[in-house]
């Protein structure tokens, strides 16, 4: 068993090299990935082993970046891009929306988009603007794409290597905030489905669901909630598109009460879609509305003003209180 | 300080170039043409090109087909058949000599007016109007004839192109690709970044721009301040003029572009002028935008008319062959119109088909509702 504990970065890039060294059709791309390794050094040494012509520094832009995947993916490779920041991602938007999304569908089948967007996103890193977004629920409205963002580094790891086996095209939403955040990593282990969610933590109380950096968040609160009698269980959603609607219900039929959290805005967020979900299928089990806990709607503030747009422990368990009253 | 671009009329391969031809007016660039509107051969010292008389009147053939397939699509709109159509009326010449000059093994990435390079490709025309006609949105393998489906977001399919092409030279194979283009789509971000990757990569692709003076109701000074085909020397690869309407030059051209491409000396631009002689779409009115008599001019360089008259000419073809061709003209319009009226509506849960290749869960709980929400009118009706 090849079991180390690693963080999210070292997961990832320990992830690609396995990709790279296990088919020669995957090729890794974006702006700065090759010789500095990454802005946040995700892609360190992997020029360095695997030569510019599969880890490839790409020109400035983004559209460019996705639109030319999308030709390789014809071409039969499979190419992992990486998007320098979340707030960068736009002008790729309409190649990811409008072509990558679409392509399959509209070759009735006949061709696949093996493109795997690898996305930092979210806040509390101190950045200037554009530099801690969390744009998923706008990917996530899209038919074509899957989307998934782990929050340890077995995941990272792990989903990664699923997302790029995959013949659709997955944006991976890395949540870099706890890029550096450690654990386990068993490279031989047997993945369980890409798109399930995990109870991270059982409770009976109240069911909080997250996924990518608001796992952490949501069980330091369940942490703090214990302490006052409260016994909180934690679904770690890992994917967002589709969501796996039947763990959340079946954890929301045991404790009949649902807080969701991201970074996120909340309005026309993921929190609305499991919100709604939730209430349809759950109806008579709910002891209150689904209430959610996200940013506001408004563009992602000045670094000095973050805490107070993202949710923290006081605004998760104010939540808390606000369900367990009903 | 010139902006000429010169690169595309470099000698090569140690070869000296003639004597350039005189410019075709005060202030306007050079044209590549090998066939004047009267149907002259005449010679350009760059592209030299050898034509059997029987390749001729196949360039011919081709171009009339095309003309008559697309004439039988806007009429199948006009009765009601297809929602709207994008007519090459006027194009002929660019799109048969380029797509022509393509090898089985090359790849085209065309927009959605390239009906006769589909027809050089071999894709059966009638595959090109399920789109048209609603019951697709691509409608085609795009890996049987190596052309890829219809793009209508402008500009989208010249990184695709490009993207393919990085392929083919990691590959290390010597086959090439084509992006097809307007000249309203030099304006979007796309293009601009595909010339950029494909300098900077030295990719083997050509951009295949057809100029045809109109983007919508706007002229090409609405897009650009200089000649198009000079783009290409900012980013560092040959951009070349061609007559548009030269089936022969269109040809010589996009074949020596090719063979640029294959031979690891990177991207071309070609801008072939030329004119759309129809709208845009069946839904658009150019009568609001540009003046009889400028159609009239185009009309007058007619690219199939401008071969007749040079096969007639040189008494390369004869009365049996044009009657034939006619009659070959009337069978596949006939074929084309029984074609799309037999075409069938999709199953209705063809909604829920090919959206993702590993399935996805979402997709798949909607398309049973929705079977089930059909499924109860049938038991509405069997009470």
Known sequence: MATEKLSIVKAINASLRTALENDPKVIVMGEDVGKLGGVFRVTDGLQKDFGEDRVIDTPLAESGIVGTAIGLALRGYRPVVEIQFDGFVFPAYDQIVTQLAKMHARALGKIKMPVVVRIPYGGAIGAVEHHSESPESLFAHVAGLKIVSPANASDAYWMLQQAIQSDDPVIYFEPKRRYHDRSEVDTEAIPGPLHTARTVRQGTDLTLVAYGPMVKTCLEAAAAAAEEGRNLEVLDLRSISPIDFDAVQASVERTRRLVVVHEAPVFFGSGAEIAARITERCFYHLEAPVLRVGGYHAPYPPSRLEDEYLPGLDRVLDAVDRALAY | ?383
């Open chain 2, 1 to 383: 300080m010139t902006v000429d671009s010169t690169a595309a009329r470099k000698p090569r391969g140690g070869k000296r170039a003639g004597a350039k031809k005189p410019a075709a007016g005060a202030g306007e660039p050079e044209l590549v043409q090998l066939l004047t509107p009267e149907g002259e051969r005449v010679e350009h010292p760059d592209y030299a090109i050898d034509v059997t008389p029987e390749e001729l009147r196949g360039l011919y053939r081709d171009m009339v087909l095309t003309r008559r397939f697309d004439a039988e699509a806007t009429t199948l709109q006009r009765q009601g058949e297809l929602g709207l159509w994008a007519s090459l009326l006027g194009q002929e010449a660019a799109q048969i000599g380029s797509g022509r000059a393509t090898r089985d093994d090359d790849y085209v990435f065309p927009t959605y007016r390239e009906h006769g390079v589909a027809w050089c490709r071999g894709v059966d025309p009638t595959n090109l109007l399920g789109m048209f006609r609603g019951v697709n949105n691509g409608g085609w393998d795009p890996n049987e004839n190596n052309f890829h489906l219809y793009t209508i977001v402008i500009g989208s399919q010249a990184l695709h192109a490009t993207g393919y092409a990085m392929g083919i030279t990691k590959d290390g194979a010597d086959s090439a690709v084509v992006a097809y283009f307007g000249d309203g789509a030099t304006s979007q971000g796309d293009v601009a970044e595909a010339f950029t990757f494909a300098a900077v990569y030295n990719a083997p692709v050509v951009f295949f721009c057809q100029n045809n003076q109109w983007a919508i109701s706007e002229p090409t000074e609405k897009q650009t301040r200089v000649p198009l085909y000079r783009r290409a020397q900012g980013y560092g690869f040959p951009g070349v003029r061609v007559d548009g309407n030269d089936v022969l030059a269109c040809l010589a051209v996009t074949r020596a572009a090719l063979e640029r491409a294959r031979t690891g000396q990177g991207p071309t631009f070609v801008e072939a002028f030329t004119y759309r002689m129809g709208a845009h779409t069946t839904s658009d009115d150019p009568t609001r935008y540009r003046r009889d008599e400028e159609r009239e001019l185009w009309e007058a360089k007619d690219p199939i008319l401008r071969l007749r008259r040079h096969l007639e000419r040189e008494g390369l073809a004869d009365d049996e062959f044009f009657a034939a061709l006619e009659a070959e003209s009337d069978a596949l319009a006939k074929r084309v119109r029984e074609t799309v009226r037999a075409m069938p509506d999709p199953e209705s849960t063809a909604i829920f088909e090919n959206i993702y290749a590993d399935g996805h869960a979402l997709v798949d709980e909607e398309r049973e509702q929705f079977i089930a929400y059909q499924a109860s009118f049938a038991d509405e009706e069997s009470k």
